[in-house]
């Protein structure tokens, strides 16, 4: 790594490698030496690994917060998760010590983790059942439009320099700090407190402010069928829902969506990404704004999302994203494979980037968050969300750990990994998930029923609705 004619360590000028002189920089501080490279990539791959490790420690928390805290305190408390870890990177420069940086992505993992599940449970719960998808989505929405702002901000000529890096990490509490002091002004989630809390009055107040209007009883009888539908149940732990043969066809779904999700390629396409930039002559130091105009892509398309989810459903918009998304990643293998040969084949490569990320915007990337939500009652909502969590982080680690080593050993043909798992998904969820527009939770509850092999006679449901309020159950097992 050290430069052996100045003595200094390379000039990187990569928004990666602005780090990585830090770290080289520090370690030179304490032992007057520079890091060689068996030391360099380890440390730098621990701390990349290190944010979905935490992601995947706070989706098995979240269930508990939620249950303990409710939806809206569990937000609350997980700033607590985004305002220290700013703090710390922020003055890590300062204090020679990048073991801060490391740190502090391990907790903002969890904020992440705790974030992805308990947000769109919050929304979802919040959401009347025409804006239910719209709502769901937003939570995508946010997300991609924060990763915008944030390649925004590390553009070299901004705050990505050895300079301003530690005012970027810094900027990671502001919307954390945002979200603590508006918050509390908002309702808790009326089905909570109805369904769980058995505190109807509280439910009514909430949906009065949500909806403005006084006619709620419709909805309020909704949420009372759906407590009397699932009051034998309890609330599930992970276990006793992975042995549940009625909830067995939502669970192998919440998995197959997410796995899915992560799997289906977004990562390799960011890896390969600047390297099918510049094959297309964009210089190196203009691929980051390229990146910047992919980024604007994926904002508008994942809004164009949000309208049509509502519009045209749930499953089109997943099966018209993964068969644009797989399409994408068999002609990029090809580009790839013979752009050498054919020059102008590079231009087509950028056109599969761009597609895959409209692919992926309009379908994978924002209505699973919507279909997690709604495929499961408020009993096994939480250990529901657990799983769903584990799966994303878990695979989000796993590719990040695994596909430099399989783009190294089969290079451009990893694309046709990719495109398979694609269509796996996409037959999935033509054969097995159901659309959920405009139902109710019990409703798409009862249809899973069928799949499952378990409906619930007509009679058996006229005899809940008559059965009276519900009595709330008590949470008789613990998260696990």
Same mark, same amino acid.
């Given at each position: 790594?050290?430069?052996?004619?100045?003595?200094?360590?390379?000039?990187?000028?990569?928004?990666?490698?602005?780090?990585?002189? %830090?770290?080289?920089?520090?370690?030179?501080?304490?032992?007057?030496?520079?890091?060689?490279?068996?030391?360099?990539?380890?440390?730098?791959?621990?701390?990349?690994?290190?944010?979905?490790?935490?992601?995947?420690?706070?989706?098995?928390?979240?269930?508990?917060?939620?249950?303990?805290?409710?939806?809206?305190?569990?937000?609350?408390?997980?700033?607590?998760?985004?305002?220290?870890?700013?703090?710390?990177?922020?003055?890590?420069?300062?204090?020679?010590?990048?073991?801060?940086?490391?740190?502090?992505?391990?907790?903002?993992?969890? $904020?992440?983790?705790? #974030? +992805?599940?308990?947000?769109?449970?919050? &929304?979802?719960?919040?959401?009347?059942?025409?804006?239910?998808?719209? !709502?769901?989505?937003?939570?995508?929405?946010?997300?991609?439009?924060?990763?915008?702002?944030?390649?925004?901000?590390?553009?070299?000529?901004?705050?990505?320099?050895?300079?301003?890096?530690?005012?970027?990490?810094?900027?990671?509490?502001? @919307?954390?700090?945002?979200?603590?002091?508006?918050?509390?002004?908002?309702?808790?989630?009326?089905?909570?407190? !109805?369904?769980?809390?058995?505190?109807?009055?509280?439910?009514?107040?909430?949906?009065?402010?949500?909806?403005?209007?006084?006619?709620?009883?419709?909805?309020?009888?909704?949420?009372?069928?759906?407590?009397?539908? =699932?009051?034998?149940?309890?609330?599930?732990?992970?276990?006793? !829902?992975?042995?549940?043969?009625?909830?067995?066809?939502?669970?192998?779904?919440?998995?197959?969506?997410? *796995?899915?999700?992560? &799997?289906?390629?977004?990562? *390799?396409?960011?890896?390969?990404?600047?390297?099918?930039?510049?094959?297309?002559?964009?210089?190196?130091?203009?691929?980051?704004?390229?990146?910047?105009?992919?980024?604007?892509?994926?904002?508008?398309?994942?809004?164009?999302? *949000?309208?049509?989810?509502?519009?045209?459903?749930?499953?089109?918009?997943? !099966?018209?994203?993964?068969?644009?998304?797989?399409?994408?990643?068999?002609?990029?293998?090809?580009?790839?494979?013979?752009?050498?040969?054919?020059? =102008?084949?590079?231009?087509?490569?950028?056109? $599969?980037?761009?597609? +895959?990320?409209?692919?992926?915007?309009?379908? @994978? #990337?924002?209505?699973?968050?919507?279909?997690?939500?709604?495929?499961?009652?408020?009993?096994?909502?939480?250990?529901?969300?657990?799983?769903?969590?584990?799966?994303?982080?878990?695979?989000?680690?796993?590719?990040?750990?695994?596909?430099?080593?399989?783009?190294?050993?089969?290079?451009?043909?990893?694309?046709?990994? %990719?495109?398979?798992?694609?269509?796996?998904?996409?037959?999935?969820?033509? &054969?097995?998930?159901?659309?959920?527009?405009?139902?109710?939770?019990?409703?798409?509850?009862?249809? %899973?029923?069928?799949?499952?092999?378990?409906?619930?006679?007509?009679?058996?449901?006229?005899?809940?609705?008559?059965?009276? @309020?519900?009595?709330?159950?008590?949470?008789?097992?613990?998260?696990?």
């Amino acid at each position: 790594m050290e430069n052996k004619e100045t003595g200094t360590p390379p000039l990187i000028p990569s928004r990666e490698g602005v780090f990585k002189s %830090f770290y080289n920089e520090t370690y030179f501080e304490r032992h007057a030496t520079f890091m060689d490279e068996k030391l360099m990539l380890p440390l730098w791959s621990c701390t990349v690994s290190m944010f979905p490790l935490g992601g995947l420690l706070g989706s098995l928390i979240v269930g508990l917060l939620v249950d303990r805290c409710g939806r809206k305190g569990t937000l609350l408390i997980n700033n607590i998760f985004a305002i220290i870890p700013a703090i710390l990177m922020g003055v890590s420069k300062v204090a020679k010590a990048f073991e801060l940086i490391m740190f502090s992505r391990v907790v903002l993992g969890v $904020c992440a983790g705790i #974030s +992805y599940s308990a947000l769109p449970m919050y &929304l979802g719960e919040l959401a009347p059942k025409n804006l239910r998808g719209m !709502l769901g989505t937003m939570t995508e929405v946010f997300v991609i439009f924060g990763v915008f702002l944030a390649q925004i901000f590390s553009l070299q000529a901004i705050l990505g320099n050895p300079a301003g890096w530690p005012v970027l990490l810094a900027l990671t509490g502001v @919307p954390a700090l945002l979200q603590l002091l508006s918050l509390p002004f908002f309702p808790e989630s009326p089905r909570y407190s !109805l369904i769980q809390k058995g505190d109807e009055a509280t439910a009514r107040q909430a949906l009065r402010r949500l909806r403005g209007h006084a006619d709620l009883e419709a909805e309020l009888e909704d949420m009372r069928a759906e407590a009397r539908a =699932e009051h034998a149940e309890g609330h599930l732990s992970v276990l006793r !829902l992975c042995a549940l043969r009625s909830l067995r066809y939502q669970l192998l779904s919440i998995i197959v969506l997410m *796995a899915g999700q992560q &799997l289906s390629g977004i990562n *390799a396409i960011n890896y390969y990404a600047d390297t099918i930039y510049t094959s297309a002559g964009v210089e190196a130091s203009d691929s980051q704004y390229v990146t910047v105009g992919a980024g604007m892509v994926n904002i508008v398309m994942t809004v164009i999302s *949000a309208v049509l989810v509502e519009r045209l459903g749930r499953r089109p918009l997943l !099966l018209a994203g993964y068969g644009i998304c797989g399409s994408a990643c068999l002609v990029l293998t090809a580009v790839i494979l013979f752009q050498n040969r054919v020059p =102008e084949l590079s231009y087509l490569g950028i056109i $599969c980037v761009f597609a +895959y990320i409209v692919g992926h915007s309009i379908g @994978p #990337s924002p209505v699973p968050s919507v279909v997690r939500t709604e495929i499961f009652l408020q009993s096994s909502r939480r250990a529901a969300f657990m799983v769903d969590g584990a799966v994303h982080w878990f695979t989000n680690f796993i590719v990040g750990f695994l596909f430099p080593s399989i783009q190294e050993a089969i290079g451009a043909y990893s694309f046709i990994i %990719f495109a398979g798992i694609c269509l796996l998904t996409a037959i999935y969820i033509y &054969l097995v998930i159901p659309e959920t527009k405009g139902k109710t939770f019990v409703e798409i509850n009862r249809i %899973f029923a069928k799949k499952n092999g378990v409906e619930i006679p007509e009679e058996k449901k006229e005899e809940t609705i008559a059965a009276g @309020p519900p009595v709330p159950s008590p949470a008789k097992e613990t998260s696990f």
